[in-house]
């Protein structure tokens, strides 16, 4: 072989490796960057010392308890009911719920588990970490929307649906969230950000379906960083 060919082969090869490098972990750069801004305006290396995720609050008139591990796929939800206590989980693999009535169902239909996947990823602020999850990332471009302008980012979880991210430009704060897909999108205005040990988070979410006369408020009340068992996140046995 001769030497221009050898070099044109290696550049070449060269080429073809920076180019999967820049999307290694499913993110583009464009969407790398942005992401990187966000996770240093809210504590940077702090979200490293996550071990968990446990919260208090109102979702419109019913309180709830969470429970989501940011270190692998889990989240436990309860919430209390005028007709008695519900419990939603999702353990990575399949979700489950114990009703009002005590019925215990697994489920493990694609679009429940979908969903389910879907929730725990956003709820863990999972998009923060690049390499952790299997998840997919692009860059949409500046919108704006109020008189603001916000860096938008596309992020897909693996086996989880797609939900549009809108960064303050001038924050770099989480300002909303859109999810698209159903006949109107869905639409969380995130604010009323705070410091929580080493990272700063949102306590407001409002959320407009399109289709409601009234937009739902979820209020968080209380927020701490404590692990919670594994157990917690999969069915009961009987």
Request: proline share 5%; net charge positive.
């Amino acid at each position: 072989m001769t030497s221009p060919i050898r070099t044109l082969l290696l550049a070449v090869l060269l080429l073809t490796c920076a180019a999967a490098g820049a999307h290694a972990d499913g993110y583009s750069r464009a969407a790398q960057q942005v992401i990187a801004q966000a996770r240093a305006a809210t504590g940077g290396s702090g979200w490293n010392m996550l071990r968990g995720w446990h919260e208090v609050g109102q979702d419109g008139a019913v309180r709830y308890e969470s429970w989501v591990d940011p270190l692998r796929y889990g989240q436990r939800v309860e919430l209390h009911e005028p007709a008695g206590l519900r419990v939603h989980g999702f353990n990575g693999m399949g979700a489950w719920q114990i009703l009002p009535n005590g019925v215990v169902t697994g489920v493990v239909d694609l679009t429940t588990v979908r969903a389910a996947r879907t929730q725990a990823f956003f709820g863990a602020n999972a998009f923060l970490y690049p390499g952790r999850y299997d998840a997919r990332a692009d860059y949409l471009g500046v919108k704006q929307n109020r008189g603001r302008a916000f860096d938008v980012v596309a992020v897909q979880p693996w086996g989880g649906a797609s939900r549009e991210l809108w960064f303050d430009r001038r924050t770099h704060l989480l300002g909303r969230m859109v999810e698209r897909g159903g006949a109107k999108p869905v639409t969380t205005e995130v604010s009323e950000y705070r410091k929580v040990g080493p990272v700063l988070v949102a306590f407001r979410y409002t959320v407009d379906d399109g289709t409601s006369a009234m937009v739902r408020e979820r209020q968080v009340q209380s927020l701490d960083f404590a692990p919670a068992d594994r157990a917690v996140f999969s069915l009961p046995r009987p």
